[in-house]
């Protein structure tokens, strides 16, 4: 039996230090972003194809977004311990998709608070079995450990929250790849954490919410905070118009393209053929372009 857990033990040991290797990035003293891989979901990177803040108080550690997996919060951790040892005192999800809180139960463990909004907390019980078999069918025995943990303190439309000194001002202004996205404020410093409303490096995805229009919505309602800088769900953190180049000029790219399909009465296979080249430059545009162009033509064509 003490072979066999030493072997398990091993091979997750393996499974760590094989995997991708988060890049950090100190954005403000004290505040770091933690910069995942920007392809798709592997055993490489344990899920997290991600980007994760982390702000240090004299109090403890509050993390934004736990990742995707046991192993994936794991990594995470270790890479946080490579700047602090003070310990996780607060994680706070910022939207549904399961990198931003199946790495919960790893925290919560260590004592961690778990927050999220309303929303998101419903969309991860919803969601929480057809994520989880999505994530086995890609990342196999990297996935072992991970159990479904839900936040522990939510909130329907904004919290302010304090540890060590540092205040934050919680954000739930509608679905934008999520229907339970967050952004997180923190005054201080004027940083924006904004979880998946905020795309750099890599080309969104329209997501499970189905609603681009109220992305843009929540996109502009964030940017109205004026901050001088973003950490972004995926990517690189960033300035406000790089953020906007990325994401919110796509997507009113996308709704003007659209518009003219369908106010000249073309259809779905006009939609694929969209010209999107401006935007090749963007990771996983081959896989994820004609899909976006594909979603919104089916959100509009009912409003016409």
Same mark, same amino acid.
């Given at each position: 039996?003490? =072979?066999?857990?030493?072997?398990?033990?091993?091979?997750?040991?393996?499974?760590?230090?094989?995997?991708?290797?988060?890049?950090?990035?100190?954005?403000?003293?004290?505040?770091?972003?933690?910069?995942?891989?920007?392809?798709? =979901?592997? &055993?490489?990177?344990?899920?997290?194809? %991600?980007?994760?803040?982390? /702000?240090? &108080?004299?109090? $403890?550690?509050?993390?934004?977004? %736990?990742?995707?997996?046991? !192993?994936?919060?794991?990594?995470?951790?270790?890479?946080?311990?490579?700047?602090?040892?003070?310990? /996780?005192?607060?994680?706070?999800?910022?939207? +549904?998709?399961?990198?931003?809180?199946?790495?919960?139960?790893?925290?919560?463990?260590?004592?961690?608070?778990?927050?999220?909004?309303?929303?998101?907390?419903?969309?991860?019980?919803?969601?929480?079995?057809?994520?989880?078999?999505?994530?086995?069918?890609?990342? +196999?025995?990297?996935?072992?450990?991970?159990?479904?943990?839900?936040?522990?303190?939510?909130?329907?439309?904004? *919290?302010?929250? %304090? *540890?060590?000194?540092?205040? *934050?001002? !919680?954000?739930?202004? $509608?679905?934008?790849?999520?229907?339970?996205?967050?952004?997180?404020?923190?005054?201080?410093? =004027?940083?924006?954490?904004? +979880?998946?409303?905020?795309?750099?490096?890599?080309?969104?995805?329209?997501?499970?919410?189905?609603?681009?229009?109220?992305?843009?919505?929540?996109?502009?309602?964030?940017?109205?905070?004026?901050?001088?800088?973003?950490?972004?769900?995926?990517?690189?953190?960033?300035?406000?118009?790089?953020?906007?180049?990325? &994401?919110?000029?796509?997507? !009113?790219? !996308?709704?003007?393209?659209?518009?003219?399909?369908?106010?000249?009465?073309? +259809?779905?296979?006009?939609?694929?053929?969209?010209?999107? %080249?401006?935007?090749?430059?963007?990771?996983?545009?081959?896989?994820?372009?004609? =899909?976006?162009?594909?979603?919104?033509?089916?959100?509009?064509?009912?409003?016409?």
């Amino acid at each position: 039996m003490f =072979r066999i857990m030493a072997f398990v033990l091993c091979s997750l040991l393996a499974s760590v230090s094989m995997a991708y290797e988060l890049k950090i990035h100190k954005v403000d003293d004290n505040v770091y972003a933690l910069v995942g891989d920007l392809s798709q =979901r592997s &055993t490489d990177n344990l899920g997290n194809n %991600s980007t994760h803040g982390v /702000i240090v &108080t004299d109090e $403890g550690v509050i993390l934004i977004d %736990s990742g995707a997996s046991y !192993l994936g919060a794991k990594q995470i951790h270790e890479a946080i311990q490579t700047f602090t040892q003070q310990s /996780i005192k607060i994680v706070i999800n910022s939207g +549904g998709q399961d990198h931003r809180w199946l790495g919960n139960d790893y925290f919560q463990q260590l004592g961690a608070t778990i927050i999220s909004s309303l929303e998101a907390k419903a969309d991860h019980q919803n969601r929480a079995d057809e994520q989880l078999a999505f994530l086995e069918s890609l990342l +196999g025995d990297s996935l072992k450990g991970t159990k479904p943990f839900f936040a522990t303190q939510t909130f329907d439309t904004e *919290l302010k929250l %304090s *540890l060590g000194g540092v205040d *934050l001002e !919680l954000y739930h202004f $509608g679905p934008a790849h999520t229907a339970g996205d967050s952004i997180i404020w923190m005054p201080s410093t =004027r940083i924006m954490f904004t +979880g998946d409303v905020v795309y750099n490096n890599r080309m969104l995805g329209i997501g499970p919410a189905r609603n681009f229009q109220s992305w843009i919505d929540v996109f502009e309602k964030m940017a109205s905070f004026k901050p001088d800088y973003i950490i972004p769900g995926h990517g690189n953190p960033s300035v406000l118009e790089t953020a906007t180049i990325n &994401t919110y000029q796509y997507l !009113l790219f !996308l709704r003007a393209k659209v518009a003219e399909i369908l106010d000249n009465d073309g +259809g779905m296979v006009d939609a694929t053929k969209i010209d999107q %080249s401006e935007y090749e430059y963007l990771e996983n545009f081959e896989t994820i372009a004609g =899909r976006n162009a594909q979603a919104v033509f089916e959100q509009m064509e009912f409003d016409y």
